[in-house]
């Protein structure tokens, strides 16, 4: 998290920064982009969040 702002009666926006890596080759974007978009689903779901 580095950063969090309140705005007037739209809620709180959250700035994250995540890192993927492995140990022992180098990741491809689709395989980001799928634990990134089931990381959305799931934060959606679970806690009602939008993203922009």
Partial sequence: L????????SGTSLAIRLT???TDRTLES?????????????LAKKYKVSFR
Wanted: charged share 30%; glycine share 8%.
């Fill in 2 to 9: 580095f950063d969090v702002y309140h705005g007037l009666g």
């Fill in 20 to 22: 993927f890596f492995s």
């Fill in 30 to 42: 689709k395989e980001v982009d799928a634990i990134l978009e089931k990381l959305r689903l799931t």
